[in-house]
């Protein structure tokens, strides 16, 4: 089964409109970390916004925010006003404990990810 | 900042060939991993290192092999490449503790002909 699941093969958006790109996971261990990247057409990797299993408050950086809910295991990405620049892939990830090497050593899984188009 | 360091950035390689991907960084990190990236597949771990002197698998360990003498140095070995290695590959590095992200290199493309 997959950890990481990404529904959205593909998206459009209006710039300056806000969008949610879904992300479910999972995981039966109660400390797990949740993390957002993007990958612009020039192929780096970008981190983007974190979420930590215990955090009561969804994170925010900018304009991204994570939509955190919990029992649903769920960790959509909200971008707002979305821009240009926006067009990207969008990965999420999730990092359990390592029961080989302790809680923080585990390794980060990825979902297939999500093309966002932004258009003008 | 240099950050995480990949070379080459391209390669060609023929079936059969061996090559080391090359992998430094420069952040003091205990943790460091390889990808690679198909289209439609995302980032599939290749292999991971905790520390210095220790290395595991990951998902798709089959045809690569890799050592951790330094902490600044994760080099990915392919033993006899195989056109299925055709793939972008990235190498990766966070600090120790359970929310710091994972910095990556800039990537290589392999083509394996």
């Known amino acids: 089964a997959q950890k990481i699941t990404q529904t959205q093969p593909g998206m459009f958006v209006q710039e300056k409109e806000a969008v949610t790109l879904d992300c479910t996971y999972d995981?039966?261990?109660?400390?797990?970390?949740l993390f957002w990247y993007k990958q612009p057409s020039s192929g780096e990797m970008i981190f983007l916004i974190y979420?930590?299993?215990?955090?009561?408050q969804n994170a925010t950086e900018g304009r991204y925010s994570l939509n955190f809910q919990k029992a649903r295991k769920s960790a959509n990405l909200v971008i707002s006003a979305s821009q240009l620049g926006d067009s990207a892939m969008y990965f999420c990830?999730?990092?359990?404990?390592?029961?080989?090497?302790?809680?923080?050593?585990?390794?980060?899984?990825f979902g297939k990810g999500t093309k966002l188009s932004v258009k003008p | 900042n240099a950050g995480v360091t990949q070379t080459p950035k391209f390669q060609v390689l023929k079936t059969g060939q061996s090559m080391t991907l090359q992998c430094a960084q420069d952040?003091?990190?205990?943790?460091m991993s390889w990808y690679r990236q198909d289209p439609g597949m995302g980032l599939r771990l290749i292999h991971y290192?905790?520390?210095?002197?220790?290395?595991d698998q990951g998902e798709v360990p089959n045809g690569y092999n890799v050592s951790r003498s330094t902490t600044e140095d994760f080099p990915l070995r392919l033993l006899s490449a195989a056109p299925s290695q055709t793939s972008v590959y990235f190498c990766?590095?966070?600090?120790?503790?359970?929310?710091?992200?994972?910095?990556f290199g800039q990537g290589t493309r392999l083509t394996v002909v």
């Open positions: 990766a590095s966070r600090a120790t503790g359970s929310g710091t992200e994972a910095f």
């Open positions: 995981t039966s261990d109660q400390s797990y970390g």
């Open positions: 979420q930590g299993s215990y955090d009561e």
């Open positions: 990830a999730m990092r359990e404990g390592s029961r080989v090497y302790g809680g923080s050593q585990g390794n980060l899984i």
């Open positions: 952040m003091n990190h205990e943790y």
């Open positions: 290192s905790v520390g210095a002197g220790i290395t």
